[in-house]
């Protein structure tokens, strides 16, 4: 069974770009949330997807947005970057949504803000 | 202060060692997540309690729910081990994980 699959793994952007990271879960997951991970705050939540509709969100700016497909795979989308954005971005998916589950997580992208 | 408090936060410890690490939460809670990351960011969840006590090989982990603490336990640590251990509380109330600041565990040699 493959795992969770997030692209890409490494990437580096400027001041005021966009960015767009994808993450396919696991097959017959239907929920994905995804994750900020720095070195000052640690993990945090971002939001979380299921069935292509997004069910949960952190405390994280609109510049910060997401989608689901109807296969369940997802990607998020940063516009604007700022420096503080680099991070680690993780996405975990797991079957059901709203509800304690076991979560499988991918490698992560990191994002440098240059 | 935070809503999950993780302690300590560096941990070094000869191999062989009995290795505990602590978390303690002031939310509601419908379960606790341990979890394993690796240098190189992948994260692996180790367990998830909703109460008592689960056993994995030389990994144990306890909550209580009445105390809102929960342990995480490794007998006869070996360097494969050094990783950093995250505790994750999901609310009950507003459905999300709330993640500690992590342990970061050293085993040596």
């Known amino acids: 069974k493959a795992g969770v699959t997030q692209t890409p793994r490494y990437l580096i952007k400027t001041r005021g770009q966009q960015v767009t990271l994808s993450c396919s879960p696991i097959s017959g997951h239907r929920s994905v949330s995804w994750y900020q991970q720095t070195p000052g705050q640690g993990l945090q939540f971002l939001f979380e997807y299921f069935s292509e509709t997004q069910r949960n969100k952190g405390n994280f700016p609109g510049r910060f947005s997401g989608r689901q497909f109807s296969n369940s795979r997802s990607e998020m989308n940063v516009s604007t970057l700022e420096l503080g954005d680099s991070a680690l971005y993780l996405c975990a998916s797991s079957l059901a949504a709203g509800v304690a589950g076991e979560l499988f997580f991918g490698e992560g992208s990191r994002l440098t803000v240059l | 202060k935070n809503e999950v408090e993780q302690s300590p936060q560096n941990l070094t410890a000869q191999e062989g060692e009995f290795i505990t690490i602590n978390c303690s939460y002031s939310v509601g809670i419908s379960a606790l997540h341990w979890l394993q990351q690796h240098p190189g960011g992948g994260i692996v969840s180790l367990f998830m309690?909703?109460?008592g006590k689960k056993k994995h090989g030389r990994l144990i982990a306890t909550i209580n729910i009445q105390e809102k603490h929960s342990s995480l336990h490794i007998t006869a640590s070996h360097p494969r081990d050094s990783a950093v251990y995250i505790c994750a509380a999901f609310t009950s109330g507003t459905y999300k994980y709330i993640f500690g600041t992590g342990t970061r565990l050293k085993v040596l040699a």
């Open positions: 309690l909703s109460s």
